[in-house]
């Protein structure tokens, strides 16, 4: 779940400025077009973090807690050489940042890397590399553990603690009245996401609807969540079908990016008409659910009108498979181990980033509709590659998108010597197919077998990968 960008009191947010017309909203997704030598990538990743003794979630302000793990890492920092700086909210520490990064909290306290948008997977590599170290080395020094899956695997609901932030508290209220699985998006869901950009409204079209057509075949390939409460859920990847059930108003597959005339103007409109949570105002958030934001930028409410900022922020609560803010963000994964990771954003630069990759892998979906997809991602969260799609194996699908995707990072790597290499980022999910088991099933596995049914096992056997 993205966060709203948090700025210091001397910098300023940019974006505080009044909503004069329609066309700054045009003109907000315009500003963020870059050249493609200028095509950054960035990863956003979360885990769950546990203590060693208990294998419980973290609260926050326990012994271990979350704010001494957050207080922990940003000490290490500093001794690096490399520190933070802190995020608060009501004077607790919820988050850290630098110029370009952030380390966040989720409502349940997974811990979120939004790492900073890069030129080459190999700079990605090297940033999930020294996060990790610095959050491994806290944690091992508080006697914390964490674990990489889409779908905590053991929690109730009310095992886990809310975190500290007004966001979550206005959410928290909001989410039952549209779905019967908000609150478990909330606290019990881990995701990876990949963040992209475009030259052009013409280059956005064609990458949205590329990355939504493909997305159920990126939730087969990274399905790692198989179960709940201890024991399997008859799915691969729960995480997904938690979003099936979370809020249709602003989730899944929106018809409108597949509309003859899509363009900013038409993601604008429908983002106008979703339901509103929040704004900010001094540091305080002021509910704003069940407010269109359309109805808002002409009419204000509660005192307020309408800011870039307020509707920036309303781009973070917009939780369709792929989403247009600044960047093209896509979210249709599990998280996984660190070599999954890297491999996700590897996987998208290829598809994305060289023309004739993006094309072959829109035309391999021949043209589906948001019906078809609905149904092809559920098939892939139960069963994997084992799913089939207009009478085509979803292995095969996924065999030839790897395909697709290695050669277009061969292609790119021709263009700039610090792209060379990046095919072998890939390995992981070409590992899994040829052994035509995800994650998950390889978790299903040890479950049966090694760990003889006791899902205690999973927090000292993990990553797998």
Known sequence: MSQPKPYSRDEGDPLDVPISSYADLIQFFVNAQKTRQEFLVGVEHEKFAYDLKHCQPLAYGKMPGISQLLQSILLLKEEKGKPDRPI???????????????????????????????????????????????????????????????????????????????????????????GSRGLDMMLRTCTVQANMDYESEADM???????????????????????????????????????????????????????????????IDYVLDVPMYFIRRQGQYVEMTKIPFRIFMKEGAKGHSASLRDFADHLTTIFTEVRIKPQIELRSADVGPPSHLRALAAFWKGVLYAPLSRQKAYDLMEQPNVEDLKKMQIEAARKGFQGVYKNRSILTMAE????????????????????????????????????????AEKMLQLYRTEWQGNIQKIFSMLPLA
Not at 99 to 109: C, F, K, N, V
Not at 114 to 120: E, N
Not at 126 to 143: C, H, P, V
Not at 428 to 433: D, I, K, S, T
């Open 400 to 439: 030839k998108l790897l395909e697709i995707s290695r050669d277009g990072l061969s292609f790119l790597s021709k263009t700039q010597s610090a792209f060379k290499g990046e095919e072998k980022f890939l390995k992981p999910l070409f590992h899994l197919v040829e052994k035509r088991e995800t994650l």
């Open 88 to 178: 608060l909210e009501d004077n607790a520490l919820i988050g850290l940042m630098d110029d370009r990064s952030s380390i966040t909290l989720e409502p349940g306290g997974q811990v979120e890397l939004s790492g900073a948008p890069f030129r080459s997977i190999h700079e990605v590599d090297a940033e999930i590399s020294e996060y990790e170290s610095f959050t491994n080395q806290a944690a091992k020094d508080l006697g914390v553990g964490f674990l990489s899956v889409g779908y905590h695997p053991t929690a109730s609901r009310s095992d886990i603690s809310w975190m500290p932030k007004q966001r979550y508290q206005i959410m928290r209220s909001y989410m039952p009245q549209v």
């Open 205 to 267: 079209v064609l990458s949205v609807q590329t990355a939504l057509s493909i997305s159920p075949i990126v939730t087969a390939l990274f399905a790692n969540s198989p179960f709940a409460e201890g024991k399997p859920t008859g799915f691969l990847s729960e995480r997904t079908m938690v979003w099936h059930d979370t809020d249709p108003a602003r989730c899944g597959f929106p018809a409108v990016a597949f509309a003859s005339d899509f363009g900013f103007e038409r993601w």
